[in-house]
């Protein structure tokens, strides 16, 4: 994976939640320091995110995005 962004950090999903539009995903970047999201319900379901996958955190000015290694 490449990306523009500097600030990425990697980790895991912790928690998935699922809406009619959007997903709340919360990463766990270091024991007990936990990242959530809010994404499309689309790109969670293309990222196949689901708890105990490894996903990046991907930080850039005020948005929070979430990453994955393609072919994990």
Known sequence: MKISARNSVKGV?????????SAEISIEIAPGIIIT???TKGSA????LKEGKEAYVVIKSSDVM???????
């Open 13 to 21: 999903v912790k928690k998935v939640k699922i809406g009619v539009v």
């Open 66 to 72: 979430v990453a994955v290694d393609d072919g994990k």
């Open 45 to 48: 379901e293309n990222l196949g």
């Open 37 to 39: 999201s809010i994404i």
